[in-house]
C-alpha cells in the first residue's frame, strides 16, 4: 500500500505565505521557495500551495512563485487557488505544478474538473472542498472563505466530482481549520467512505495524535499548516512520532 | 555525443519537474520536435503523463513511433516514467483499442478494488534481482494502471498496492519507472544520476 503522507501547506497571498484562522485575518509566514524547501527537507511528502490572493494583481504571482518553488523541489506539487479554466491550470501546470486544485470555479461549473481531467489527466485534477457543519447534520460546501454557504451536500459533491475525473480530494473543515482542535474525523470518515480517490484531511492539526486520527478515519494523507509555520513542531518529529505509533510512513 | 537529456512531449503535466530534476543534475534539457532529434539523442525521457490512447495518438501524429521503438529495441539510454512504462507494451485496460509501442508483450491492467486508486503517494521499491540503477527506497507513484509482472529479457522491480506491480523494468540503458523519479526526493534524484553517468557514451 502507498504509505500515508504528511503534506505541509502554504497559504500564499501576492507571492508571500500568510496564515491565518478560518481564513481570516492573514499573517506574513515567509517566503513560499524557502519554506517548501524547508518542509521538503523535513521529510514532507508533498507540497500544497493555496493563492489565496484576493486581487488580480496578487493572484499573478502565482505561476511565478510556482516555478521558482519547482526549481528547488523534488517532491509532488499542487497548486490551487483561483484556478478558473483549463488555460488556468495549464498555466500552472507548465509552471511546475504536479497536480492542479479546483474549488469554488468548479462549484460554479462542475464540468470544469472534467475539462482539467480530460486534458491532463485525473493524476492531476484535485477537487479542494471546503466543508462545514450543517446544523441538522451533515456538511455543506461553502465557498468565499466560507462566507457564502451553497447549500450543496458534501458527500454528493465528491461522488459528483469523482465521477467527473478528480483524483484526489482536498477536504477541509472550515469549522476546524486554523483551530488547532484536531481534524472533523466525522467528515473524514464520510467522505472516505463516498468516494475511492485519496481524501487529504486538512483543518485543525495540532498533534501527531491529530494526524493519526485522521489517518484512521480513512484520509490517505494529512495536510498541516500552521504548527509548522508557527515553529510549533516539524514534519520530522511528526513522522517520527506517527512511525512509533505504528503508521508506516515515508521515514 | 551530445550531454543533452531530449525530452518527449507526450503530455504536459510533469515536463516542468523532469526538467527541472535534470537541470538540478547539471544536465540541459530539450523538448523533441521531430523524429530524427530521438533517434539522434544522447539520452531520450518519454515523460508520459495522462491517458494511455491520448500519448499513442501524440506519439503517431508526431512521427515518433519507429525511432522511439527502435531506439528502446536496441538498448539505448532511454527513460520511460509513469505512463511512459505503460507504452512500451502492446495496450492498456486505460484505452481498448490503442497499440502501444508494443516492444514487450503484455498489457497494463487497473489496480484492483480494494485500494485508493490512483495511487497517489510513497511506496517501497523492492529490489530482488540485480539492477544497474534501481536500489530499494521510497519512490512517489501517481497511477491506476500497473504492469503485474516483469517481462522475460527484463531485470525488474516492483512493489505493493493491492498486491505487487511492477516499479521498474531495465535492459541495457533503458530504464522505464512506473513510480516518478523527478518526485521521488533525494533517492529519485539519486536514481536519475545513475541513470544518466551509466548511460554516458552509450550512443
Redesign the interface.
Known sequence: MAAPRVIPCLDVDAGRVVKGVRFQGLRDAGDPVTQAALYQEQGGDEIVILDVSATPEGRGHAVDTTSSVREVLSIPLTVGGGVRSTDDAQALLEAGADKVAVNSAAVDRPELIGEIAQQFGSQCTVLAVDAARRENGGWEVVVNGGRTRTGIDVEQWVRVATDLGAGEILLTSWDRDGTRSGYDLDLLAAVSCSVRVPVIASGGADTAEHLGQALEAGASAALIASILHDGVTTVSSLKKELLASGFEVRP | MSADVVIVPT???????IV??F??LGAETRLAERADEISDAGAVVMPG???FGAAVERIDAAGWREPLTERIADGRPTLAVCLGLQLLFDESEESPGASGLGVIPGTATRLP?N??????????VAVDTESRFVEPG?A?????YRVESVPEGWEGTTA???GAFVSTIERGDVLACQF?P?????W??DLLRRWLDGTRGGS
Do not use: C, I, K, M
Not at chain 2, 503530455?11 to 519537474?17: C, E, Q, R, V
Not at chain 2, 523527478?182 to 533525494?186: A, I, K, Q, R
Open positions: 503530455g504536459l503535466a510533469n515536463t516542468a519537474s527541472a530534476a537541470r538540478r503523463v495522462g491517458a478494488d485500494v485508493t486508486v490512483p495511487q497517489l503517494g510513497w511506496n517501497r521510497w512517489y507513484f501517481a497511477n491506476s505493493d498496492h493491492g516518478h523527478e518526485l521521488s526526493g533525494t529519485g534524484s
